[in-house]
């Protein structure tokens, strides 16, 4: 167990709507990273949030958009859903130097 | 830009066998580099961790080395076992971790 926590566990949306997925971090966390993992690919950095500050961005359109909570926990929102966002979402927290990430279960989204 | 290459990218080998997984990254200017293991539909477990001023770490059958000048890491299997039947991520991390795209492994009876 990592201490991080992702709901839902699976989603399935039709294209065009929108989605939240949510994260728990590990208490003390102040970084949180999202990244997606489309099949049979490595993850890739979507961005990464450092006290409540969006803190580097990886190659995604602004349709994917983020936010984080004092409590240690963020959302990933993803608005306009296209098939190919279609992926697993994968959330991980550190602590304030880069060093080990850990990562929540993921979710699961289907676009249809 | 960082680019992460693993190979193989799919790998069978009988139970017992001694295995070696590569990882290669462009950029050396990392913080340090991750393995993980990932099961099927799963999420990423975390295997070892090496900083980027060691050379090499252990854990249990796995050891992993970090050659930074030649942007070269890999995680050696000792006496694989069917429940080793993963999907192998490497990462390297800088502002934020780039991983490469997987070895896929099947350890057989």
């Known amino acids: 167990e990592t201490g991080v926590t992702q709901s839902p566990t699976h989603l399935i949306k039709t294209r065009g709507q929108q989605v939240t997925l949510r994260c728990s971090s590990q208490s003390g966390h102040n970084t949180v990273s999202w990244y997606q993992q489309a099949l049979g690919q490595g993850p890739q950095f979507i961005f990464q949030y450092y006290r409540e500050e969006e803190n580097g961005r990886g190659n995604f359109p602004p349709r994917f958009s983020g936010l984080q909570f004092p409590n240690y926990s963020s959302e990933l929102n993803v608005n306009a859903l296209e098939l190919d966002d279609s992926a697993l979402y994968l959330c991980?927290?550190?602590?304030?130097?880069?060093?080990?990430?850990?990562f929540g279960p993921g979710t699961r989204l289907t676009v249809l | 830009k960082q680019e992460v290459t693993q190979i193989p990218a799919a790998l069978s080998v009988p139970e017992g066998e001694n295995l070696v997984l590569n990882c290669s990254f462009t950029?050396?200017?990392?913080?340090?580099l991750q393995w993980f293991r990932q099961d099927p539909g799963k999420g990423l477990t975390s295997l070892l961790l090496?900083?980027?001023?060691?050379r090499e770490q252990t854990s249990g059958r796995l050891n992993a080395s970090l050659d930074k000048s030649s942007g070269r890491s890999t995680l050696y299997i000792a006496a694989s076992q069917p429940g080793d039947s993963a999907t192998y991520l490497c990462?390297?991390?800088?502002?934020?971790?780039?991983f490469g795209t997987g070895t896929r492994l099947q350890v057989t009876l």
């Open positions: 991980a927290s550190n602590g304030e130097s880069y060093n080990e990430q850990f």
């Open positions: 090496i900083q980027s001023s060691q």
């Open positions: 950029d050396s200017a990392i913080y340090n």
């Open positions: 990462a390297a991390t800088a502002s934020k971790l780039t």
